[in-house]
């Protein structure tokens, strides 16, 4: 997995992108939603993954050229 | 499997695909089911913990955040006669987040036909200054605004709750949310919040509203998937004064021990609550609490004279004075 930049160039089609906030990250497809949650550094307890605009669950396994828009839930403070 | 299709969980009452699995209850639900879920959940909640009733009038306090929005949303499509409290806080943090936050909530209006009733309480304009600028002028905010914002906030809802003529104050707290606080007071064994804390706060005095947290048995993370599946759009920015908050790191720990053990969030606040109930648990420190009038506002206080929030004020506008501004 390896970080990239907002503005990064167009990723391959054999990745899973995953975006979260500002940030960019890719992905081995073959990978669930949990454990792709878990290898970009966030909690799955506390984030939601979006794909075609509907939430999908965290045992989906992701495919080459999945676009995933994670989405974090805690608030407060 | 056909070629090119994944595996899916699907929903437990249909064939529909899942949206959310929730390892704690063992239950996987598609869109329609989950949303049915909510209310009857939501529902029984209000029930079992006698909240409030059909006939009541109940003031929910809405921010623009997943959690009030929801509640307003659920309560309204459960029939109930809620309407909105919307404070503004005139924080902007370089994000205008007050005022994104009151966009949400009137977009949300207007999704609903436009007919919901909204009270909202400038802070600047009828206490003299913002929440971020009181804080700078008062050693209570001088490290961080939350105390001040918190203190106002709880004020001002109260006081709506009571001159609005409502018998309820519903906040969109979460089990997230209560879990944190329990495990801050915990630490701590600060034996009179966890004497306080639940679902429902009665009236501990002829000043207060009553307090409920209908959502407080729902994962901050059910919530979130509920405003999206609801399509109810919301703030998703974090309060720019909230980064680093206690409770945030808390969540995080609270949410550490879930993915190894589903459901010990959960248990933690009901097993709380049980023990307490069930073996009087820090009874005589709520006895003990002796409650006076604020003779400025006429609000509960511990204090001899005026109330937190009124001698805060007091404070913020003399330095107002002083400082011309």
Same mark, same amino acid.
């Given at each position: ?19 979260? *906030? *500002? ?10 939603? *949990?454990?792709?949650?878990? *290898?970009?550094? /966030? ?27 994670? /989405? ?6 | ?35 049915? %879920? ?18 009541? !009038? ?12 929801? =509640? ?13 409290? $919307? ?15 009151? !966009? ?15 009270? #909202? ?15 700078? =002028? ?32 519903? #906040? ?16 701590? %064994?600060?034996?009179? $919040?966890?004497? !306080? ?36 759009? $919301? ?91």
């Amino acid at each position: 997995m390896a970080e990239q930049p907002p503005n990064h160039s167009t990723p391959t089609n054999g990745d899973v992108i995953l975006t979260y *906030r *500002r940030k960019t990250f890719t992905v081995a497809p073959g990978m669930s939603v *949990r454990d792709a949650i878990a *290898r970009c550094g /966030l909690s799955p307890e506390a984030t939601l993954a979006v794909m075609d605009g509907e939430l999908i669950t965290d045992e989906v396994v992701l495919k080459a050229g999945d676009r995933v828009k994670l /989405l974090g839930t805690i608030s407060g403070g | 499997m056909q070629p090119g299709k994944r595996p899916l969980l699907v929903c437990r009452h249909c064939d529909e695909k899942a949206v959310i699995n929730m390892r704690q209850h063992k239950l996987a639900l598609c869109g329609p089911h989950f949303v049915e %879920w909510v209310h009857k959940q939501t529902e029984r909640f209000i029930e079992k913990y006698g909240m409030f009733t059909r006939d009541e !009038r109940v003031l929910v306090a809405v921010s623009g955040g997943k959690d009030s929005l929801a =509640l307003w949303d659920i309560l309204l499509e459960l029939g109930y006669r809620a309407d909105g409290l $919307y404070v503004g806080l005139g924080i902007d943090g370089g994000l205008s987040y007050s005022d994104e936050s009151h !966009r949400y909530i009137m977009e949300f209006i207007r999704a609903r036909g436009g007919k919901l009733t909204l009270h #909202t309480v400038d802070v600047a304009g009828m206490y003299g200054a913002s929440i971020p600028d009181a804080a700078r =002028l008062t050693r209570r905010g001088r490290e961080k605004p939350c105390s001040v914002c918190g203190l106002s906030k709880r004020h001002i809802m109260n006081r709506v709750a009571r001159e609005g003529g409502y018998d309820v104050l519903a #906040t969109g707290h979460n089990l997230d949310d209560e879990a944190a606080v329990l495990f801050g007071n915990a630490l701590v %064994w600060s034996v009179e $919040y966890l004497s !306080r804390q639940g679902p429902v706060m009665p009236p501990s005095h002829p000043g207060l509203a009553r307090k409920v947290k209908p959502l407080f048995r729902f994962y901050e993370r059910e919530m979130a998937a509920y405003a999206i599946v609801r399509g109810i759009e $919301y703030i998703y920015d974090e309060c720019p004064h909230a980064t680093g908050a206690t409770t945030i790191r808390y969540k995080e720990l609270l949410n550490q021990l879930e993915e190894s053990s589903p459901g010990i969030k959960l248990q933690f606040m009901l097993r709380f609550l049980k023990a307490r109930e069930q073996h009087s648990l820090f009874a005589q420190v709520r006895e003990q609490l002796d409650l006076r009038t604020c003779p400025t506002c006429g609000q509960p206080t511990t204090n001899d004279g005026a109330c937190s929030f009124c001698r805060m004020w007091e404070r913020v506008n003399a330095r107002r004075i002083e400082d011309g501004s």
